[in-house]
């Protein structure tokens, strides 16, 4: 479902300059930075890095860009 949704001029201006740099549209650099708050918010305990890592690699596992992690030791 679409909702419009009216912003700040300036804030629109900075959407774009970082939806450039990343090759997104301005509408996926929004739920980008929303799904990132969104994690943030719900674990914070994390470290934004962690998330961006976590976000990366999960994004490479679904090119097949690595392999996942298969522990080999039983748990205690």
């Known amino acids: 479902?679409?909702?419009s949704i009216r912003l700040d001029?300036?804030?629109v201006e900075s959407i774009k300059i970082h939806a450039g740099v990343a090759k997104r549209s301005v509408p996926k650099q929004i739920e980008h930075w929303?799904?990132?708050g969104k994690i943030l918010e719900e674990n914070p305990d994390l470290t934004y890095e962690f998330v961006m890592e976590t976000l990366l690699a999960k994004q490479e596992l679904e090119h097949s860009?690595?392999?996942r992690y298969v522990r080999r030791t039983k748990r205690t």
């Open 65 to 67: 860009l690595g392999t």
């Open 9 to 11: 001029d300036d804030f």
């Open 34 to 36: 929303a799904s990132i």
């Open 1 to 3: 479902m679409a909702t």
